[in-house]
């Protein structure tokens, strides 16, 4: 007997991975929580039915996700993740010796249990000396911070249940209000390509584009993502991501990275005519 996982990406179109087992089911305050393993994507980190990580593409996520903004700002010192408790985001910001400090703040414990249980490598890091995690809502966390993070990273679900509140005007100014004068947001701002995805792209795009003075958004592919073509924010309060690029202080680094280079850096933020069109004011 054929098992399968199906997510359905629209009401139009399903993803299909082949499944060999599932290997765990748990039900949070706040959502349910499964993995399974697939043959072609190995584990896979399912929350209430969408696809968060698996282990074969989440290097593309995770290392966009951090390296950009270390490439534009590569002192970066105190780092903070919203979401993310799978821990992949925490991963690779651990692998920049200058941060001194990463705060995680996910609201689901059973989503960081499950990952240290399961996914071993996305999750290695969640013990690293400089990484303290808290279990809360990072919208209620980041509200009394002031000029503290040069890094936030809000690594989030999709704009629906616990996430919600992570899309909104009044999160975005809580956190320019948490950043340093350095400070540089990244957030993950879902896809261009179908109509549900793309008009809370366009949604958040345009509330950070009234609070951070350089606001703009860049792609990378992701092969088990609805339509596989992704944007994450990248907004600022002094830094360009092209004109402040540095090239990459951290040469071992680039070596180590699967899907992150220097030309990516740069062509990640030039967009095709239809997104740009969507992100106009
Ligand atoms: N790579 C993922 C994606 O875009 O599909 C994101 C994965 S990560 C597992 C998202 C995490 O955000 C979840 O574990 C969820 O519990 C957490 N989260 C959702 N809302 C939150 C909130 N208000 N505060 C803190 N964490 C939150």
Redesign the pocket.
């Known amino acids: 007997m054929e098992l399968w996982f199906t997510e359905n990406q629209t009401e139009n179109v399903k993803f299909s991975m082949k499944v060999k087992g599932h290997v765990f089911s748990g039900k949070s305050d ?2 349910k929580i499964d993995i399974i393993d697939t043959y072609e994507f190995g584990r896979v ?1 399912v ?1 209430d039915g ?4 698996t282990e074969k593409d989440e290097f593309i ?1 995770h290392e966009m996700i951090t390296h950009v903004a270390l490439g534009v700002n590569p002192n970066i010192k105190r780092a903070l993740v ?5 821990g992949g985001t925490v991963r690779e910001l651990t692998g920049f010796p200058t941060i001194e400090e990463i705060h995680m ?4 414990p059973v ?1 960081v249990q499950a990952s240290k249980d399961y996914l071993s490598y996305t999750s290695c890091k969640l013990n690293d000396p400089r990484v303290t995690v808290y279990y ?4 209620k966390y980041i509200k009394d911070k002031e000029n503290y993070y040069d890094l936030i990273i809000v ?4 704009p629906i ?3 919600e ?2 899309f909104s005007e009044a999160f975005y100014n809580d956190c320019y209000k948490a950043l340093t004068e350095e400070g540089i947001m990244v957030n ?1 701002c879902e896809s261009p390509y179908y109509p549900n995805n793309a008009r809370e792209m366009k949604r958040a795009y345009n509330k950070i584009g009234k609070i951070f003075p350089i606001c703009k958004a860049y792609q990378y592919n992701m092969p088990t ?1 609805a339509s596989g073509h992704w944007l994450f924010g990248f907004a600022s309060k002094k830094y360009d991501p092209i004109n402040d690029f540095k090239g990459f202080k951290f040469k071992e680094k680039l070596e180590n990275t699967k899907y992150y280079n220097e030309e990516i850096h740069k062509g990640a933020f030039a967009l095709p005519n239809y997104v740009l069109k969507q992100l106009e004011k």
């Open positions: 706040f959502q980190l929350i969408w696809t968060m990580v996520y919203i979401g993310g408790g799978d703040v996910e609201i689901d989503v809360e809502d990072g919208i690594d989030s679900t999709d249940g616990p996430g509140g992570l993950q993502y």
